[in-house]
Antibody, heavy 116, light 109 residues
Framework: EVQLVESGGGLIQPGGSLRLSCAASGFTFKTYWMHWVRQAAGKGPVWVSRISSDGRSTSYADSVKGRFTISRDNAKNTLYLRMNSLRAEDTAVYYC?????????WGQGTLVTVSS | QAVVTQEPSLTVSPGGTVTLTCGSSTGAVTSGHYPYWFQQRPGQAPRTLIYDISSKHSWTPARFSGSLLGGKAALTLSGAQPEDEAEYYCLLSYSGDWVFGGGTKLTVL
């Protein structure tokens, strides 16, 4: 069974930094592209970033480009999202997402609140 | 980046039929966008209903179907049930980058 467990969220002041982690199990992590998706309260999901299976290719939504960095450690089966220069509008639940065989598996999410 | 559009809200009568659509600002939605449809209930993560335009999972009720319609991806619900009341989001892939639609709040009333 695929399991994705996010951690690292919390309350952070504007301009601050956080690193989110997503521990993956139940599938061969190193063979899958991975994504981060966020969802603000009462809003729809928004794609944030993705990384190729070997980590060499990354892409970002315009809203986070230059501030967020996605990475992965295939030896540790872990996905990361480094978030710098955080803004109030980055407040959301952040999910890591893996798609396989047409099904997209979501973690339970970790809440990031950017507020002074 | 592209913008994906959905109807903000739709209402269907129990037992009725409704079609939700998903359009792309870049032009017609095609199989190359690998359209997904997700259902989300309050407090839960989205659940995959349809992938690759029309493919279903074992848990997808038979009353849901996906298609391409008039240059858009479409999700049709035939024989709506009260438990189908939820938010529905489409997802399109643009060369590996994702864009979600804004969602359709479906009311069964």
């Amino acid at each position: 069974e695929v399991q994705l467990v996010e951690s690292g969220g919390g309350l952070i002041q504007p301009g601050g930094s956080l690193r989110l982690s997503c521990a993956a199990s139940g599938f061969t992590f190193k063979t899958y592209w991975m994504h981060w998706v966020r969802q603000a309260a009462g809003k729809g999901p928004v794609w944030v970033s993705r990384i190729s299976s070997d980590g060499r290719s990354t892409s970002y939504a315009d809203s986070v480009k230059g501030r967020f960095t996605i990475s992965r450690d295939n030896a540790k089966n872990t996905l990361y999202l480094r978030m710098n220069s955080l803004r109030a509008e980055d407040t959301a639940v952040y999910y890591c997402v893996q798609c396989s065989g047409g099904n997209c598996n979501w973690g339970q999410g970790t809440l990031v609140t950017v507020s002074s | 980046q592209a913008v994906v559009t959905q109807e903000p809200s739709l209402t269907v009568s129990p037992g009725g039929t409704v079609t939700l659509t998903c359009g792309s600002s870049t032009g017609a939605v095609t199989s190359g966008h690998y359209p997904y449809w997700f259902q989300q209930r309050p407090g839960q993560a989205p659940r995959t209903l349809i992938y690759d335009i029309s493919s279903k999972h074992s848990w997808t009720p038979a009353r849901f179907s996906g298609s391409l319609l008039g240059g858009k991806a479409a999700l049709t619900l035939s024989g709506a049930q009260p438990e189908d009341e939820a938010e529905y989001y489409c997802l399109l892939s643009y060369s590996g980058d994702w864009v979600f639609g804004g969602g359709t709040k479906l009311t069964v009333l």
